[in-house]
């Protein structure tokens, strides 16, 4: 009797792997060629809006490679913000069942993974994509993020989140410039 409920799973797992062998993996389309075009390495010019309510401003560095398939950006992002290092992990995709970019972002600063999800303009240069995250005073807060492809050697990038007023407030902005690729 305890040999049936295993051969079950042994059938749906034979089952499954076959459907799995049968199906070609998926193409890139043009919106993971966008993503994957960013692949390299870029210095970043960053201000951060402080406790001050000025802008501070430092630099770090974003590595970004094409991730599994072609169908993902993976950007491995380092700086130091504030007088502190800080450290961050993204993903950017395409989904195209939705139609929309995803993506996740985990940083030193936080112990909540952030899903985003957004789209493109019709110039395919400007991608908005938004998720919620904890504010400052912990309590989750929707955060918008739109980076505008300059050129193939710049872009910038704009966190903002609501106001006191309710209004978009950008609290970040990061000047990306691709690094010449070493030979």
Known sequence: MNHLPRALVLLFALVFAASLVAQAPPKPSAEHKRLTAQAGVWDARVQMLGEDGKM???????????GPGGLWVIDDFEAEMMGAPFAGHGTTGFDPATGKYVGTWIDSWSPTVMQLEGSCDASGKVLTMTGMA???????????????DKDDGSRVFELSVPGPDGKPMVVMTIVYTRQPAKK
Do not use: I, L, N
């Open 134 to 148: 904890p504010g400052p005073d912990g309590k989750p807060v929707r955060h918008t993020m739109v980076t505008t």
């Open 56 to 66: 501070a401003e430092s630099k770090g560095v974003s590595r970004v490679k094409a």
